[in-house]
């Protein structure tokens, strides 16, 4: 079974992640979204409500699941039997920076990183930028799933 770990805060999921998501669902038998807790981080959305909005995203897809973690990714890939990791890929900043885990994650780990470029009409957008739209009354609606809602 190729099963894929995709990790990541999700505060809130994007149209950049549902992207991720939709086009690797082809390449995996089964996607884990893994919302990774950061006791140092401040959330715009608590957890359970975060794993809601993608629970709903996926919900008539039967091979993309949804957990919660802290911790090591490769620990969480080992205890769900993951041979890859799954990363999408914006910028040539984006890909420095996961070069970097993907080559500590391997040394420490027989676990792949396999990385998606974002599709172009939704590489510019990232869970700091909606955050940001939705802090000054933006119309947030057009970068995130029709789950994510903002209750004020």
Do not use: Q, W
Request: proline content about 5%.
């Amino acid at each position: 079974m190729r099963r894929a770990i995709f990790p990541g805060s999700f505060d809130p999921i994007t149209l950049g992640h549902l992207d991720i998501i939709n086009r690797s669902i082809p390449l995996f038998d089964e996607i884990i979204v893994a919302i990774g807790v950061n006791a140092e981080k401040k959330y715009m959305f608590p957890l359970e409500e975060r794993k809601r909005f993608i629970e709903e995203t996926f919900k008539h897809e039967d091979t993309v699941s949804v957990i919660t973690y802290e911790g090591l990714t490769i620990d969480i890939c080992r205890k769900f039997e993951a041979d890859y990791i799954l990363r999408g890929l914006r910028n040539p900043a984006d890909f420095e920076f996961e070069k970097a885990i993907a080559h500590t994650n391997r040394k420490l780990s027989k676990i792949e990183t396999v990385f998606l470029l974002t599709a172009a009409d939704t590489s510019y957008i990232s869970s700091s930028i909606v955050r940001d739209v939705i802090r000054n009354g933006g119309n947030y609606k057009v970068l995130v799933p029709p789950a994510v809602e903002v209750k004020f």
